[in-house]
């Protein structure tokens, strides 16, 4: 496999330097702040990568304070308290996007965070403590115990909380292969997430850098200038 370094110096050259690609590094990970993350704002993120899955992102973002006032403001407890009919009203609130089984969604993964605050404290702090070593084994968690939680919905959920993780997105996946990994095009299947995971892996121990770094450099270093 390509070590690492020749990738970073592939995205340098591509970006215009070490410090201009240091500028389009996202924030690092704080495990510390993530932990603190309430509930409400984790069930509010689920929320809205479902919802913007196969959707025009902008236009969630846009109508995003009615997502945040129809669904009263994500408290987990007092979504899962609600009626039938509180539900069945959603369908005809022009506040969101009136997709049936995206909403019925949000009343699944309430439970399902309160399930995991139950056992941990908060759902922050289960995934502060969850291994980034082990991404894969979180994503299979969401998918099994979430609602429409699999695949790049799950990897773009951690992304946007704070976990440190990798996304296969068309410009790592690209990245991945070109140094040499035998992966499909399209990461689907279990053993090719498995050799992802375990090219991070090698990865982060060849450098020290977080994996949302290694990815970020990875998409950065090839294709057509996309961003993860």
């Known amino acids: 496999m390509t070590p690492f370094k020749t990738v970073r110096a592939r995205a340098e050259k591509r970006k215009g330097g070490p410090k201009a690609l ?13 932990a603190r993350l309430g509930d409400d704002r984790i069930l509010a993120e689920m929320t809205k990568r479902v919802f913007c899955a196969g959707f025009a992102w902008s236009v969630i973002d846009t109508k995003w304070g009615g997502f945040e006032e129809a669904f009263l403001h994500f408290q987990p407890a007092k979504l899962s308290f609600q009626p039938d009919d ?11 996007v009136r997709n049936g089984a995206k909403i019925m969604s949000v009343r699944d993964n309430a439970a399902f965070v309160q399930e995991i605050a139950k056992e941990h404290g908060s759902f922050g702090t289960f995934l502060a403590k969850w291994p980034s070593s082990d991404e894969i084994g979180l994503l299979d968690l969401l998918t099994r115990r979430g609602s429409r939680l699999g695949g790049n919905t799950g990897q773009m959920l951690l992304r946007f909380v704070g976990w440190d993780g990798f996304v296969t997105s068309k410009d790592v996946v690209a990245c991945l292969r070109d140094a040499g990994l ?7 299947s279990k053993g090719d997430l498995a050799k992802v995971q375990a090219q991070f892996n090698a990865w982060a121990e060849e450098t020290g850098l977080s994996y949302t770094y290694l990815s970020r450099i990875c998409a950065l270093s090839i294709g057509e200038s996309r961003s993860e």
């Open 22 to 34: 240091e500028k389009l590094m996202p924030a690092k990970p704080d495990l510390k702040q993530l």
């Open 86 to 96: 509180y539900w069945e009203g959603l369908l005809r609130d022009a506040r969101i």
């Open 182 to 188: 035998d992966i499909a095009e399209e990461v689907k």
